[in-house]
């Protein structure tokens, strides 16, 4: 049968894509629903048409799929955010799982039999009983105006920036509704614009919040299109009323694009960073410094991490992409010396500051990309490693990186990764390279969203 938009269907979910959007089939005609469920049965307008597959929106839900459940927030289905949280939380982690275990097999050319045989478990969220909500230490809000001029701030709307007013996320921390009260009460009060993307002017575009959640410190920063913020003492005095809060910084970002985050940013009031502590390491974190979201998870990743690099006391370790130096000093208690390499200097004075509170004398940090950083360390400096441990952003390792840890051979490589499509592409090159993928883990660090984290082991296969 020939389909056309605005058509009216009848479909069962089979299968869920990517993206956490429904997938069913009429007559081996694809359609693919957002926000409906595997096991739904419902109605569905066509809204486009391809060669093979088609578009669709629920207009119906006929008969709902056991695996649904509520979800916690109303807005779940406009925000961009939480592409999954009408999905069971242990459907969740079948699906991640297998998501995972499809880049592997699709992208990285690993067999279903030797995956089925090497991933372990993926780590729940609710693995020692924790809820799967308010885990994110770190939230960053939209300001705009409304259609009759109203300050809001909230969500982005899935792949649009229109602003979903909501100060109150399902995923982040109580305070967020308080901070953002206070910044949208001082704007109305001193006659503060807010920032139009489109036309580029005003002047608040971003607050960002983040909290050290087991010492409760909170920092905020005020992200502008200019570089003051006039009445600043006004919105001060507000912000430090909130308990927790230990740091507000000014940011200025001036330019036309989609970056949050400008690089000059000021303290205007309380201490340069928060603390946060991980397997009893105290981190010290600044505004622009990468800090994982969600601590309670990023423990276990971390543990996990440590587990597969297999330290005995003896070894040298690279951690390569390493931010604040989280896994470096990690792994330093049980490691003879580690190097963490980190392109954001901030982030690489952080770490050396985290390693002297620490008493840690066994870690050295480099600022520069992992691409440049590591062949210097081993052509110049002869430096030799035991282990590397990767953790790179989504596009994952540059390719002069990996050749270089080919050349170094390591015993072993360990690889974090925020990105499964990445990280296969990343294996494959390193299993044609030398070593044998042994262990892979998911860890579920951003529940309700389609994002998984992975830990992977790798050994040299001619050790
Ligand atoms: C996923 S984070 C991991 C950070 C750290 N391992 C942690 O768990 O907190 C990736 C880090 O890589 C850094 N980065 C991005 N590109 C890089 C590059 N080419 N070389 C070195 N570091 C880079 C980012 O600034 C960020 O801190």
Not at 58 to 82: A, D, W
Not at 93 to 114: C, D, H, P, W, Y
Request: hydrophobic fraction near 35%; charge should be positive.
């Amino acid at each position: 049968m020939e389909y056309k938009k605005d058509d009216l269907i009848t479909l069962v979910i089979g299968d869920m894509g990517i993206d956490g959007e429904g997938i069913g089939k009429i007559d081996g005609f694809t359609f693919f629903v957002k926000d409906a469920v595997i096991g739904d049965e419902i109605e569905a307008k066509v809204l486009k048409v391809k060669k093979g597959y088609a578009y669709a929106r629920m207009t119906n839900l006929i008969t709902p799929s056991m695996e649904r459940t509520e979800p916690k927030c109303r807005y779940h289905k406009q925000c961009g955010g939480c592409q999954i949280q009408a999905l069971k939380y242990e459907r969740q982690m079948l699906f991640k799982t297998e998501k995972v275990k499809n880049n592997m097999q699709r992208i990285g050319g690993f067999s279903r039999a030797l995956l089925d045989k090497i991933m372990e478990p993926i780590v729940g969220m609710n693995t020692f009983g924790q809820t799967p909500y308010y885990y994110r230490n770190k939230a960053q809000f939209p300001i705009g105006a409304d259609k009759y001029g109203e300050i809001i701030t909230g969500f982005y709307a899935g792949r649009t920036h229109v602003i979903i007013p909501n100060t109150d996320c399902a995923l982040g921390i109580a305070e967020n509704k308080i901070i953002l009260e206070a910044v949208i009460k001082y704007m109305k009060e001193n006659k503060i614009t807010p920032y139009n993307e489109k036309t580029g002017k005003g002047l608040v575009r971003h607050v960002l919040v983040r909290k050290g959640f087991a010492t409760g410190e909170i920092m905020t920063c005020v992200i502008v299109n200019g570089d003051r913020l006039p009445h600043q003492e006004k919105l001060i005095e507000a912000l430090a009323e909130i308990e927790g809060m230990t740091s507000v910084f000014l940011n200025s970002n001036r330019a036309k694009t989609n970056v949050i985050l400008g690089d000059d940013c000021r303290l205007i009031w309380g201490k340069n960073t928060i603390t946060d502590i991980i397997g009893g390491i105290r981190f010290m974190i600044s505004p622009l410094s990468f800090y994982q979201v969600n601590p309670v998870q990023t423990e276990r990743l971390y543990g996990l991490a440590l587990e597969y690099a297999g330290l005995t006391g003896n070894e040298v370790v690279c951690d390569l992409y390493c931010g604040i130096g989280t896994i470096s000093l990690f792994m330093s208690k049980k490691a003879k010396r580690v190097y963490g390499v980190e392109i954001v200097e901030q982030a690489i004075e952080d770490a050396r500051k985290n390693a002297v509170r620490n008493q840690i004398d066994n870690a050295e940090f480099y600022a520069g990309k992992a691409e440049e950083v590591l062949p210097r360390l081993y052509e110049e400096k002869g430096l030799k490693a035991d282990v590397i441990c990767v953790d790179p952003p989504r596009k994952g390792c540059d390719e002069e990186c990996l050749a270089t840890m080919i050349k170094m051979a390591p015993e072993r490589i360990v690889y974090v990764s925020c990105d499964s499509a990445t990280l296969a592409r990343d294996l494959k090159y390193l299993c044609a390279n030398g070593y044998r993928l042994e262990r892979i883990r998911p860890v579920d660090m951003f529940p309700h969203t389609v994002h998984v984290e992975v830990a992977c082991c790798l050994q040299r296969k001619d050790s």
